[in-house]
């Protein structure tokens, strides 16, 4: 299918969301309460932290079930495995099923598998169950999309912003709680609290979605199959596709080795405190929100230059920041607000390619933006043990300068594009 024809199907989508309104679905123009968008933002955050919680909790997983730091660390490995096949098979889902059965379905299954990781008796069960806890966790890319086409046209930007904040937070502050926790009601309790905060959600959640489709998705094998077409004709969708991967590989570069830089010379922090540090994370998360509003001021085009030269320019302080913390703090935040105001560039502009199917799109973004996570994991773990903070450095900076480059040349080309690049 041709772009001009997913647009023309997400028109055909829009009229008759306008039908179904008066069923309980909210007409594209009638807009979300503020209300809304806040649970929205909540949800999305709390159901995103559950893949972050093991983190900084190994030790004690280890300790409990006598099992090594190299067998134990697969928890994580495993719990992003799930995830990513959430990505690719439950996201584009999203365009076929009613949301107010499948949000909280995906978020009652997530509560039975937390459940299953608190009362877990070995270490090979407490890894099932985060696997299905990783895949349900895509709940929340669910919602991002379908607050997009919950919002009015108006409110679109702002709306996506606000909720990628709370996800944004989710993945900043979820360590920090999780060790916060963790010492009051132990690794155990943990998750037995997360396990209830999914059901209440989940409960939540049943009372105020739309209780109708928002797509004309007719099956399962037809979403999957126009969400490979989708990413082959739609050629705005890759272009913000490689954005994204490539601010997300900067942002997993540094967050991987902040802990080595922090916890050695000159700063030697402790565990609590580095976890802290996702609080500095956190203010820049900030930052998403206002790309939302800037983006009905200025021209997309070159707030996402300036977003891909922030990323970039960050990595710069950053190095500085080995001997420095104030500059090391605004490296951080200069480095979120990049990659943050990025982000909601690109979610912003891929949904309005084919309405009808912005979970199927979201899919494709979000398991891009995933790959260059992990892209950007792997090539810090090997800068870090070759060279140190400068490769590290190098290394965050490499991705978003190439692509800015790429975005140099895609705009010139494409400057009389309706949408640009």
Known sequence: MTTAAWRRSGSLSGR??????????????????QGLVLLFAVTTGLVVANLYYSQPLLHLIAADFRSGAGATGVLVTVTQIGYAAGLLFAVPAGDLFVPRRYVPCLLLVSAAALLGAALAPSLPALMAAAAIAGFCSVAAQVLVPLAAAMSSNAQRARVIGTVFSGLLLGILLARTIAGLLAEAVGWRGLYGIA????LGLAVL????????????????????????????DLRELRHRSLYGAAGFAAFSVFWTTAAFLLSGAPYHYGTITVGLFGLVGAAGALSASWAGRL?????L???????????????????????????????IIVLDIGVQGLHVLNQNTIYSLAPGARSRINGVYMTLYFVGGAVGSAA??????????????VAGAALPVAVLCMWAWWSRSSANRTLPS
Not at 205 to 232: C, G, Q
Not at 309 to 328: I, M, N
Request: glycine share 8%.
């Open 380 to 393: 810090a773990s090997l800068a870090w043990s070759t060279r140190g903070w400068a490769a590290v450095c």
């Open 301 to 331: 085009r070159w707030l996402t230059g300036a977003a891909l030269a922030l990323t970039a320019a960050s990595f710069a302080l950053l190095w500085v920041g080995r001997d420095s913390l104030a500059v090391l703090v605004l490296g």
């Open 195 to 198: 396990a209830a905060l999914m």
């Open 16 to 33: 008759r969301d306008g039908r179904q309104a008066h069923r309980g679905q909210p007409a594209d123009h009638q807009g979300m309460s």
């Open 205 to 232: 959640l049943s009372r105020v979605l739309p209780a109708a489709r928002i797509s004309a998705a007719e099956s399962y094998a037809s979403v999957l199959r126009s969400t490979v077409a989708l990413a082959r």
């Open 295 to 299: 983006l009905s001021r200025c021209s």
